[in-house]
């Protein structure tokens, strides 16, 4: 049904329907209008309406449980097309549940809109106590990288274009639209609400550094004796993975993938350092970092975990990101897919050389690390109960018969030790906790990854992380999509082992479920897995049905380690653990 006809049958007698529209239609015009393919949201007053009219419309919308999930689903899928990913949710306790995946999205630089149904501004102003009454725009603001509000449905369209174009410009991030329920509601003549409404043009132009930058860079990194290429998700975010791939192997010299830059070359790639992750960083002189930040994931570029003496170049489309950790003695501003062909054309054949003695010092630490890592897993391959890594190489050997496969991966030791252990072939392909360590990404990114590319999602979860968004199970169902859920259940925030209170409580971090049970209440297949083999069966099984699945792996509540690799982040105090 066009949406002409819609308005038609929708607006009856009352009005002369074909020279009329509303706030609601001019909505999703504006959407349509900007290639808006789907909208991830939960309904309510005042958006159900226009839930209903962008799916009349031919836009997907994907009906959630709960907004943070909805908002995260938007946030991955603006990473993962690189436009903003729409989300859609109710006033005040909608709009509040959607600002942690707003909030996030801007911390991890995804473009993604929040749009917002609001209560009516003359009550909600002089606190009268609406229906949802609370003050969007202003609480919005903090935690997005820009926040509108629309007061008129001429302006619907100019609010829109200027969403689209905040989220996805320069750094891109979360942007918040305020559209109150007046506005959703005003009907104007349907030729002015046509002519209000644009495309925008070029939303995120191409910016290159000038010839001196990228001359300074070159001479850096041709003069180290021992070069790093630090990728990040920006990078993978760029779209730039031939550039990436040619300069990286052009020059030889070594790189660390940062969690979601794997796959951007493949993990096996020779030129990887991240089986000798700590030694790259405390030797190298020279880092080149491409849309990474040196923050606390980087150790905030600080010795003694770097080299006092490093130099930095930075490629980052942010320029304020620069200096602020380490002086940047070769900043390159710019989007990453210019900078590195601009780098590729300026770069002198044989100009930048690795030694051989650092390549050599890389690879015989590589195989030691590599060594220990085999026997750790061996370990794991047969030991009873079934530990983390018996789970993951299973869930790792089946995943390389689908390189095709999505993966999202949130918890603690279910995140650090599947990170390590799975290695990613595709770029954009591993999404995870990222810039905050966030737990509730989880079914959010995975329906998603599955909705934007129709391909399989592989959701490795803790059983913690998983609790967070578990309720999305019912929309993964609902929507049939091909996500299988893979919960490492050690029964507990971090491990399953802790004694309850004197009083007979769970510990603080005990937790107890038997996940698979849950997905068959929406008509998903549950599996239960204690044994590395039963893994590999069940996870098989599922990618190959590519229906909605979940996998309770019992993993020994021993296993794991309080907050995963990042326990030095607790504070010390005279706190005493029982
Ligand atoms: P990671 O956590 O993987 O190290 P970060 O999220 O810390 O990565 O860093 C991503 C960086 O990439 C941000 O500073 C952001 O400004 C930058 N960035 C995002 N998109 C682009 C782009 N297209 N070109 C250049 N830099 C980009
Ligand atoms: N709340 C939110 C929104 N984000 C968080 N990061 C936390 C709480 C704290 N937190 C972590 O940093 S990891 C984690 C929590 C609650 C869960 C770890 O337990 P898990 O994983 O079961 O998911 P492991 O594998 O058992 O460690």
């Known amino acids: 049904m066009t949406i002409a006809s819609l308005r038609e049958s929708e607006a009856g007698d009352a009005v002369n329907a074909t020279q009329l529209t509303d706030g609601i239609h001019l909505v999703v015009d504006a959407l349509k209008l900007n290639e808006v393919e789907a909208v991830y949201g939960v309904v309510g007053i005042p958006i159900t309406d226009l839930a209903r009219l962008a799916q009349a419309s031919g836009i997907r919308f994907v009906g959630f449980r709960h907004e943070s999930a909805a908002g995260h689903a938007a946030a991955a899928a603006g990473f993962l097309t690189g436009k903003p990913g729409i989300c859609l949710t109710v006033s005040a306790p909608g709009f509040l549940n959607g ?32 229906y949802e009454e609370m003050d969007q725009l202003a609480a919005a ?31 891109p991030g979360g942007v918040y639209l305020d559209i109150p329920a007046a506005v959703l509601g005003e009907v104007i003549d349907a030729d002015l609400g046509a002519a209000s ?5 070029d939303p995120a132009p191409r910016q290159v550094p000038d010839a001196a930058a990228l001359d300074r860079a070159i001479e850096l990194l041709a003069g180290a004796q021992r070069p790093l290429v630090v990728l990040g998700k920006g990078a ?30 493949p993990d096996d790639h020779p030129q990887s350092v991240a089986s000798t992750r700590s030694l790259a960083l405390r030797r190298a002189d020279v880092v080149m970092l491409v849309g ?39 900043p390159l501003v710019g989007d990453v897919g210019s900078v590195m062909r601009a780098l590729l054309e300026r770069t002198k054949p044989g100009q930048i050389a690795v030694p051989a003695s650092w390549r050599d010092e890389l690879s015989a630490r590589s195989a030691d690390n590599v060594a220990k890592m085999a026997k750790r897993l061996k370990a794991a391959e047969t030991a009873h109960p079934m530990k983390f890594l018996g789970a993951l190489q299973a869930i790792r050997d089946v995943l390389r018969e689908n ?31 990222g810039t905050w360590g966030v737990m509730g990404i989880g079914l959010g990114f995975a329906i998603a990854a599955a909705v934007e590319s129709g391909d399989p999602v592989v959701a490795i979860e803790g ?25 490492l259940n050690n029964s507990g925030v971090y491990r399953g082992d802790a004694a309850a209170s004197a009083a007979g409580d769970p510990a603080p971090t005990a937790l107890r479920a038997q996940h698979d049970l849950m997905i068959t209440a929406f008509g998903g297949k549950g599996y239960r897995a ?26 020994d509540p021993a296993d794991g380690t309080e907050s995963g690799n990042i326990a030095h982040l607790n504070p010390k105090g005279i706190t005493v653990k029982s």
């Open 292 to 330: 990474a930040r040196l923050n606390w994931l980087l150790g905030h570029g600080d010795a003694p975990q770097w080299n006092s003496g490093a130099k930095f170049i930075q490629v980052d489309i942010a320029s304020t990101e620069l200096d602020s950790n380490q002086p940047i003695a070769a």
């Open 141 to 171: 603001r903090q935690f997005a990288k820009a926040a509108y509000r629309v007061h008129r449905a001429e302006d619907i369209g100019r609010g829109i274009a200027r969403a689209i174009r905040t989220a996805v410009s320069g750094r």
């Open 463 to 487: 059983d913690s992380a998983f609790g967070f968004s578990g309720m999305e199970l019912e929309t993964i169902c609902r929507y049939g999509l091909p996500i299988v859920t893979v919960v």
């Open 197 to 201: 409404l644009w495309r925008v043009v």
């Open 530 to 555: 204690t044994t590395p083999d039963e893994v590999t069966t069940a996870l098989r099984e599922a990618l190959a049905l590519g229906k909605p699945a979940l996998i309770d792996c019992i993993i």
């Open 403 to 433: 390189p095709r496969a999505y993966v999202v991966n949130e918890g603690a030791n279910a995140l650090d030790l599947a990170r390590n252990t799975i290695g990613m072939q595709v770029p954009r392909h591993r999404l995870d906790s």
């Open 236 to 265: 993978a975010y760029a779209r730039a993975d031939d550039e990436i791939r040619q300069f990286v192997e052009l020059t030889g010299v070594p790189y660390l993938p940062m969690s979601m830059a794997k796959g951007l070359l």
């Open 99 to 130: 600002l942690v995946a707003l909030a996030n999205a801007t911390v991890n630089c995804f473009p993604m809109v929040q749009i917002s149904g609001s209560s009516e501004r003359h009550l909600v102003d002089l606190q009268r106590g609406d």
